[in-house]
């Protein structure tokens, strides 16, 4: 089973400033790296799939990268409505697993 | 407007039996594969199950192998969960999610989910 880290475990910015989101791999899952946003309350929504591609809808201020191990979600801009906890997937190999989640607090 | 719409939640005692539903409208699901994905409360995401768009590929996480089938009724449009033997850790929100069309059910990701139906093992 590939292991996914995510670090920090939580962060407090204020609008306006940059965030940077870590998701570590166990084993390399080459762009097969996915992240959702969840905002309490609600499920899980797609952010970006195979590692840099924004869903439908998705702003522009968000943004991924990586490949092989280690990934980074970086949000460029903070608003308020980005106040939620982010996950990562990997989707090379089942089981699918998740990272623990990064709570992004804005101030 | 897609909806999932989850339901068959609820207080059941360890080792019994209980039967999840998922109800799509607003698409078609045999088009897609589909998942069930758990959340414990105040915990991570654990993908739990996953079927093909035509139930030829299927595959469960290991903490579920052999308590757990799905299974899915395209005519009807549903996916379901039948979940036995059930224990304490299996206290979640249980979530239908669907991958993107073409997307194979080895290789999936969940571009979208219901709200969730809750199941609370306890004596």
């Known amino acids: 089973e590939i292991v996914l880290t995510q670090s920090p475990a939580s962060l407090s910015l204020s609008p306006g400033e940059r965030a940077t989101l870590s998701c570590r791999a166990s084993?390399?899952?080459?762009?097969?790296l996915v992240w959702y946003q969840q905002i309490p309350g609600q499920p899980p929504r797609l952010l970006m799939y195979?590692?840099?591609n924004r869903a439908t809808g998705i702003p522009a201020r968000f943004s991924g990268s990586g490949s092989g191990t280690d990934f980074t979600l970086t949000i460029s801009s903070l608003e308020p409505e980005d106040s939620a906890v982010y996950y990562c997937q990997q989707r090379s190999d089942w089981p699918f697993t998740f990272g623990g989640g990064t709570h992004v607090e804005i101030k | 407007e897609v909806q999932l719409v989850e339901s068959g939640g609820g207080l059941v005692q360890p080792g019994r039996s209980l039967r999840l539903s998922c109800a799509a409208t607003g698409l078609t699901l045999d088009d897609y594969a589909m998942h069930w994905v758990r959340q414990p409360p105040g915990k991570g995401l654990e993908w739990v199950s996953g079927i093909s768009w035509n139930s030829a590929r299927i595959g469960y996480a290991d903490s579920v192998k052999g308590r757990f089938t799905i299974s899915r009724d395209n005519v009807k449009n549903s996916l379901y969960l039948q979940m036995s033997s059930l224990r304490p850790e299996d206290t979640a929100l249980y979530y239908c999610?669907?991958?993107?069309?073409?997307?194979?059910?080895?290789?999936?990701?969940?571009?979208?989910w219901g709200r969730g139906t809750l199941v609370t093992v306890s004596s």
């Open positions: 084993q390399s899952v080459t762009t097969y």
């Open positions: 195979d590692a840099f």
């Open positions: 999610t669907k991958s993107p069309r073409g997307i194979a059910v080895a290789g999936s990701y969940f571009d979208f």
